[in-house]
């Protein structure tokens, strides 16, 4: 089955290529000739997963799916979450954001934090939608060079490491993003 994977995100690619295996033929927005940033103009990590997946099968007409993920920190009301690769700015750099989470978070005693992934699917026009979270907590020294995002910050409960001392192996086990594509990936092989 050929399905485009609405991001250029080398990153999020290799996480799926990994977790979903040879079982799809996988095509990136520059595979397709789509080289413009998809807009996420929504204020909910929902939302915007189904617009990048709306707008992927509108403008291309190709099977697709597109995921949108955030940090929800709790002492923080929820953020960075929707805003979470731009949190600190349009640039979207990960230290920044990751340096403005820990001065943001500096004097709560609660570091408990969740990353959640919206995983927005069309086929022939239907859309489905799956969802995966982790829960964890927030640590104020980077640790690890594996993954992206606020990785080196975030230990999931039950495990002393942070995601970016995790091997893609090791973390394709029990990211939230391996969460919703293990459910996209249970509905694709009852179709």
């Not at 799809?24 to 939302?47: N, Q, V």
């Not at 509108?58 to 979470?84: H, M, N, Q, T």
């Not at 969740?114 to 086929?123: D, E, K």
């Not at 910050?153 to 490491?161: A, E, L, R, S």
Request: proline share 3%.
């Amino acid at each position: 089955m050929k399905l485009c994977f609405a991001s250029n995100n080398a990153h999020k690619l290799e996480e799926v290529r990994a977790l979903l295996g040879a079982a799809f033929e996988l095509l990136t927005l520059a595979d397709i000739g789509c080289l413009t940033d998809i807009p996420e103009p929504f204020e909910t990590i929902h939302e915007n997963s189904t617009e990048k997946a709306r707008f992927v099968w509108e403008k291309f007409g190709i099977d697709c799916f597109a995921d949108d993920s955030g940090l929800e920190v709790r002492a923080l009301d929820g953020a960075p979450g929707v805003y979470s690769a731009r949190y600190a700015g349009p640039q979207r750099d990960s230290n920044d954001n990751i340096d403005l989470l820990l001065k943001n978070l500096s004097g709560f005693t609660d570091h408990h934090a969740r990353f959640i992934t919206v995983i927005t699917l069309v086929i022939k026009g239907a859309y489905h939608q799956f969802e995966g979270e982790v829960n964890g907590k927030i640590i104020f020294e980077k640790r690890g060079s594996h993954g992206f995002g606020y990785d080196p910050v975030f230990i999931p409960d039950g495990y002393d490491k942070t995601f970016a001392e995790m091997n893609i192996e090791e973390k394709s086990k029990l990211s939230h993003r391996a969460i919703a594509l293990g459910k996209l990936n249970a509905f694709l092989k009852r179709m």
